[in-house]
């Protein structure tokens, strides 16, 4: 999953973005409305942390923008964008969801509820309703992060784990190279050429050939069928 977090909190930020890498997300930290909206226009986001009191004005902003864009102006205006600030008023809740906000937590949380909160924003916006995905023999637990085939457990690694989930929450359809690295490695991350390749050729050795497909010239996909 890749996750922006607009928090001008160091500390806060911080905790965030470690304890969100730990679970084997790509996260990027935006500390004022200015940067969170270049982001936004720059890259495709799975999920938004927004927090309201930013150096530079209210995150509102970034949320009303956000969802006010012409369509085609940003990568993705339909984000799911989950508030998290000080703010425990109802009016503000009210202000925020009617604004255009999927979620709204109160400092301080418990950072394992609000990344159970994420993974139910993502379960929504691509259209899933159960927690585990079934692809043919094979089981995906986001959660927990972990996978069976055929019932038997398979150690993946963080990545390989991320470009399966990826590529099993858009079946059938077809995802490039860079889709997949957009949805896995943040700004910081330095990538070698070859490193999905890499990491597809390590799935198929683990969970079969016929796991992971080849659409020359465009992508990988999963089939249904996936064994």
Known sequence: ?????????EGIAAGLEVHLRQL?????????????????CAEP?????????????????VLQRLRQAPAGRLPDSATPVLIMTARDQVSSRIQT?????????????????????????????????????????IQ????TRSVL????????????FGILLALVEVRPRVLSRAQIETRLYNWDNVLDSNAVEVH????????????IRTLRGVGYFVAEDAA
């Open 24 to 40: 084997g997300w790509a996260v990027d930290v935006m500390p004022s409305v200015a940067e969170a909206w270049l982001a936004l």
């Open 97 to 137: 969801l009617d604004l255009g906000a999927d979620d709204y937590v109160t400092k301080p949380f418990d950072p394992d509820e609000l990344a159970a909160r994420m993974r139910a924003l993502r379960r929504r916006s691509v259209g899933r309703a159960q927690a585990l995905l079934v692809c043919g023999p």
């Open 149 to 160: 085939l055929h019932g038997r457990p398979v150690n993946l690694s963080s990545r390989e």
């Open 1 to 9: 999953m890749r996750v922006l977090v607009v928090e001008d909190d």
């Open 200 to 211: 597809v050729h390590h799935l198929r050795k683990k969970l079969g050939e016929g796991a």
């Open 140 to 143: 995906i637990d986001p959660a």
């Open 45 to 61: 986001f799975d999920v938004v942390l927004l927090d309201l009191g930013l150096r530079d004005g209210d995150g509102a902003e």
